[in-house]
Nanobody
Framework: QVQLVESGGGLVQAGDSLRLSCAAS??????IAWFRQSPGKEREFVAA????????YYEDSVKGRFTISRANAKNTGYLQMNSLKPEDTAVYFC???????????????WGQGTQVTVSS
């Protein structure tokens, strides 16, 4: 079993930055991903990183603004979000799985989510 706890969300203005953290406990994790969900919308992929960090994927709308990273010694993943836009407002979830993927069904463990709100 893996337990995931996200942190770092909050209310910011457009153009600001936030860094989300995903602390994993239970055992070492492999691929880490971030998804987000807004009211009335389906959960969507944001970014993912492989176990060693050599492979990363990003959703098109966050490329160049968001950076996913990890600190394996701390069993923690991060999502640095710069130049935030109101359309980035959502609950952000971290997830871990065996292999890196952009599909939610490839991830076996999920956190409870952290709210990110970007005002215009």
């Amino acid at each position: 079993q893996v337990q995931l706890v996200e942190s770092g969300g909050g209310l910011v203005q457009a153009g600001d930055s936030l860094r989300l953290s995903c602390a994993a406990s239970g055992r070492a994790v492999y691929a880490i991903a971030w998804f987000r969900q807004s009211p009335g919308k389906e959960r969507e992929f944001v970014a993912a990183i492989s176990q060693r960090g050599g492979t990363t994927y990003y959703e098109d709308s966050v490329k160049g603004r968001f950076t996913i990273s990890r600190a394996n010694a701390k069993n923690t993943g991060y999502l640095q979000m710069n130049s935030l836009k109101p359309e980035d407002t959502a609950v952000y979830f971290c997830a871990v799985g065996v292999s890196v993927s952009t599909y939610h069904y490839d991830y076996q463990y999920w956190g409870q989510g952290t709210q990110v709100t970007v005002s215009s």
